[in-house]
């Protein structure tokens, strides 16, 4: 019986789903770049405004950007991401909306299996839109704490010879904060792969983790399929943690 099978077979028989583990893979690294990119200018931007968004007294009708900043910083730190996935994956349903998201698939041959991936549909959008909003709030954070580590003398500095405040964040605090955010936002960039997990239970999203279930059931082997693509997060993971020691080696200042 299959059940029976020795360590090896099972491993064969995992691996002969290969293309779907290469497929989820793919799915999987769409949905973390575009999580990650999306909100790093989110967190960039949540980052500036709580740390220079406080209105002047003199300006007493601007908003407070750094206490809007703060609350959604704190929301979205505050609340479980799958909670973050179902809200928005339920929200338009709720306010009887019908959401019109285009469908993208997209489909090639690899050593004679054809591979299959749907790159974006509403399921796919929410997964993206809901990672991308929760990174945003930690990555903001990791910015705040670099900003804050510049000081404040050099902007002062920097009024003294007749820079703008807006100049003198975007020429002088800015080049040095992201310099110096990367050892800790490494750890947003090496988590946020692990998170993608969860799309899988809004339903319909092919990622790493649903072809694995699939897998499985198929198999019947779940500790070799779970190991297999536990060993593909670890390498993933130490990629990217490598990736950006060498980032950080080659855009660090010597000395500082």
Known sequence: MIFQANP???????????DRLFSGFLLTMWMYIWALILGFFLGLFLALLRQYGHPSKRWWFIPPFDKISTVYIEIFRGTPLIAQLFFFFYLPNALNISPDIVVLNTSFNLFNREINLKLLDYPIFIGILALSLNSGAYQAEYLRGSLISVGTGQLEAAKSIGMSRLSSIRHIVLPQALRR??????????????????VYFI?????LFSQADFIQHRTFFPLTTYIIVAIMFIIIITLISKLLDVIHKRTGIPGL
């Open 8 to 18: 090896i077979e099972q491993l064969v028989a995992v691996l002969g789903y290969w």
């Open 181 to 198: 955010v990367i050892p800790s936002w490494s750890n947003e960039a090496a988590y946020l792969p692990k998170y993608t997990v969860l």
């Open 203 to 207: 339903g319909g999203v092919e990622e």
